[in-house]
């Protein structure tokens, strides 16, 4: 079983940056993929990072490309979003969540991830 718990959430203004962290214990999959998510209410749960590979591999939402960077650091078993050039709409609740890798799949479907923590709130003002 694994455990995810999301921090470094908080309310900015448009154009101020944020990184979030998520720590990751227990017993994650040798081989997994890691992604950011975020839900706006009254909205689906949509894809803004994923990472896999070690660290090697990247990909993000069209919205937020240039804008937010996906990494980890494997010592401290943590994934960062650093999100920067924040915008109104950035505002959501934003999860972190594991799968297992191997073969091809689509990284930023929600639906690929079997393990999720609890979230932590962004709210962008204008």
């Known amino acids: 079983q694994v455990q995810l718990v999301e921090s470094g959430g908080g309310s900015v203004q448009a154009g101020g940056s944020l990184r979030l962290s998520c720590v990751v214990s227990?017993?994650?999959?040798?081989?997994?993929?890691m992604g950011w998510f975020r839900q706006a209410p009254g909205k689906e749960r949509e894809g803004v990072a994923a990472?896999?590979?070690?660290?090697?591999?990247?990909i993000y939402a069209d919205s937020v490309k240039g804008r937010f960077t996906i990494s980890q650091d494997n010592g401290k078993n943590t994934v960062y979003l650093q999100m920067n050039d924040l915008k109104p709409e950035d505002t959501a609740m934003y999860y972190c969540?594991?799968?297992?890798?191997?073969?091809?799949?689509?990284?930023?479907?929600?639906?690929?991830?079997?393990?999720w923590g609890q979230g932590t709130q962004v709210t962008v003002s204008s």
């Open positions: 969540a594991q799968a297992p890798d191997g073969g091809r799949w689509e990284r930023l479907a929600a639906h690929e991830y079997t393990d």
């Open positions: 227990g017993d994650p999959y040798s081989a997994n993929c």
């Open positions: 990472i896999w590979g070690g660290g090697g591999y990247t």
